[in-house]
């Protein structure tokens, strides 16, 4: 009788180590995934997800498709993170928004925080948009027919208020 509460004890012991293995082995990818992996590809580029950021040249080339051609959108490019925008944005870009928040702040720390409250100038970012064939335009173009628009109106950035909340819980 001792030997089956014996075997018993011990295969629970198993059934829980196997199990806690299953959680860690589950656990330990998402924290990776939190946080943007970020490569130094020489002295002053880098590679953050599908990103690349030249500071020297203070650029940065993204890829991404084109989902709206008409319409009214909300911004511009939609970098994965606020779910809920996805469909109010023009183009979606290959980078989730911790590494595009990443990317702006190694350009320049206080460029994200401008965006963010609406203090940049158009000068402070300029997007070229470049098609595969070659053909390229400057984004301001595409606004000049808007009234009272500014670039940093179709850009998302993110909120101080909500990232933490909306990224880290994957909403």
């Known amino acids: 009788m001792k030997i089956v509460k014996k075997r018993r004890s ?29 490569n130094k590809t020489s002295k002053s580029k880098y590679e953050i997800d599908h990103l690349f ?26 970098a994965y993170g606020y779910k809920w925008l996805k469909k109010e944005s023009a183009i979606i870009i290959d980078a989730d928004l911790s590494s595009l928040q990443t990317a702006i702040a190694l350009l320049d720390w206080k460029l994200w925080q401008r965006l963010w409250e609406k203090r ?15 053909n390229n335009i400057l984004a301001t173009k595409l606004l000049e027919e808007a009234d009272d ?11 101080p208020y909500f990232d933490e909340i909306v990224i880290g819980e994957g909403f």
């Open 149 to 159: 628009i500014c670039f940093f109106d179709l850009i998302f950035v993110g909120s």
């Open 53 to 78: 950021v030249d500071t020297e040249k203070r650029e940065i080339h993204l890829t991404g498709r084109v989902v709206k051609t008409k319409g009214w959108v909300q911004s511009l490019f939609y």
């Open 10 to 38: 011990l295969w629970l012991i198993c059934l829980l180590i196997i199990a806690g293995v299953f959680l860690v082995s589950a656990y330990v990818p998402s924290l990776a995934e939190e946080e943007p992996v970020s």
């Open 120 to 134: 940049s100038r158009d000068e402070d970012v300029k997007v070229t948009l470049n098609w595969e064939n070659g």
